[in-house]
């Protein structure tokens, strides 16, 4: 089986539909995929309805979170996505984006720089705005090379010259939220040092302790080494250890299946979550 646990579409910062994301899952050679956009899970009944035959649906969605002053992302799998508690925080962070965004690209234009909100608002269409979106119109205006080239100290890293904060989940809290809605949770790309500062293991512990599930270990930000370490300190904190693609179609160099999931892994989620069960493809709708 080839299972990959992390990936995006349009209704976040992806550029594939939910529709195009399954379909190109598929055509992957995929068992297995999850729709994890940021934030919502808006792009879940589209998935679903094409899903194609011989492709298993994970639903998810990645949680905006921070400890201590420092941004880290939880993967949430096989929530109930109708839970009150965890929906109400869900909805804080997606209204809370289109107002950040606007403060960033005002930043911007403060620093001299040529983007227009209505550019932004294009390039993010109907999805949940972000700075993935901002990142490209810099693309678009050839103030950076590429996406990830805007994600620095100059623009809008954490703490960059751009960067405005959000409203983002304790994760601990986001943890016991998902938690009740029967759900799993799994730290996301931890030790991923060029996006930015990250949380020290000690801070992976204590949220072990809280009811983590497990962490992303093989991703494209972790080098062989960081992926060996990240799998040691799963073992030593009993914690499930990953691997996915983080897909977001054509806006990042990283293709669905890249990284994958081990079976018995995967096989621990599922019994684990209570909250929903993965979808089984039943032919979908043609594209």
Same mark, same amino acid.
């Given at each position: 089986?080839?299972?990959?646990?992390?990936?995006?579409?349009?209704?976040?910062?992806?550029?594939?539909?939910?529709?195009?994301?399954?379909?190109?899952?598929?055509?992957?050679?995929?068992?297995?995929?999850?729709?994890?956009?940021?934030? !919502? !899970?808006?792009?879940?009944?589209?998935?679903?309805?094409?899903?194609?035959?011989? =492709?298993?649906?994970?639903? #998810?969605?990645?949680?905006?979170?921070?400890?201590?002053?420092?941004?880290?992302?939880?993967?949430?799998?096989?929530?109930?996505?109708?839970?009150?508690?965890?929906?109400?925080?869900?909805?804080?962070?997606?209204?809370?984006?289109?107002?950040?965004?606007?403060?960033?690209?005002?930043?911007?234009?403060?620093?001299?720089?040529?983007?227009?909100?209505?550019?932004?608002?294009?390039?993010?269409?109907?999805?949940?705005?972000?700075?993935?979106?901002?990142?490209?119109?810099?693309?678009?205006?050839?103030?950076?090379?590429?996406?990830?080239?805007?994600?620095?100290?100059?623009?809008?890293?954490?703490?960059?010259?751009?960067?405005?904060?959000?409203?983002?989940?304790?994760?601990?809290?986001?943890?016991?939220?998902?938690?009740?809605?029967?759900?799993?949770?799994?730290?996301?790309?931890?030790?991923?040092?060029?996006?930015?500062?990250?949380?020290?293991?000690?801070?992976?512990?204590? =949220?072990?302790?809280? #009811?983590?599930?497990?962490?992303?270990?093989?991703?494209?930000?972790?080098?062989?080494?960081?992926?060996?370490?990240?799998?040691? =300190?799963?073992?030593?904190?009993? =914690?499930?250890?990953?691997?996915?693609?983080?897909?977001?179609?054509?806006?990042?160099?990283?293709?669905?299946?890249?990284?994958?999931?081990?079976?018995?892994?995967?096989?621990?989620?599922?019994?684990?979550? !209570?909250?929903?069960?993965?979808?089984?493809?039943?032919?979908?709708?043609?594209?």
């Amino acid at each position: 089986m080839r299972i990959d646990l992390h990936a995006h579409s349009t209704a976040s910062d992806g550029t594939d539909t939910p529709a195009e994301l399954v379909r190109n899952a598929k055509r992957a050679g995929l068992d297995v995929v999850a729709i994890t956009d940021h934030d !919502t !899970t808006r792009g879940h009944a589209e998935a679903v309805k094409a899903l194609p035959e011989g =492709l298993t649906l994970v639903t #998810g969605a990645e949680l905006s979170c921070r400890l201590d002053g420092t941004g880290l992302h939880l993967l949430a799998y096989l929530f109930d996505a109708d839970e009150p508690a965890l929906l109400a925080e869900r909805e804080l962070v997606r209204d809370d984006r289109v107002p950040r965004a606007r403060a960033m690209v005002g930043k911007l234009q403060e620093l001299g720089v040529p983007v227009e909100w209505d550019q932004v608002a294009r390039i993010a269409g109907d999805g949940s705005i972000g700075r993935p979106h901002i990142a490209e119109a810099l693309v678009e205006r050839g103030v950076v090379a590429t996406v990830s080239d805007a994600f620095t100290q100059d623009w809008l890293a954490d703490g960059g010259r751009a960067y405005v904060a959000k409203h983002e989940l304790d994760p601990f809290e986001a943890i016991r939220l998902v938690k009740a809605a029967g759900g799993v949770t799994v730290f996301a790309h931890p030790l991923a040092v060029k996006r930015g500062e990250v949380v020290p293991e000690e801070a992976m512990a204590r =949220l072990a302790e809280a #009811g983590l599930d497990g962490i992303e270990a093989d991703h494209m930000d972790h080098d062989p080494a960081t992926r060996a370490r990240l799998k040691g =300190l799963a073992a030593d904190l009993g =914690l499930l250890a990953t691997g996915s693609s983080d897909y977001h179609g054509s806006r990042k160099t990283c293709s669905l299946g890249e990284y994958t999931t081990d079976p018995e892994v995967y096989g621990e989620i599922i019994r684990r979550a !209570t909250g929903a069960f993965p979808v089984p493809g039943a032919g979908g709708v043609p594209a």
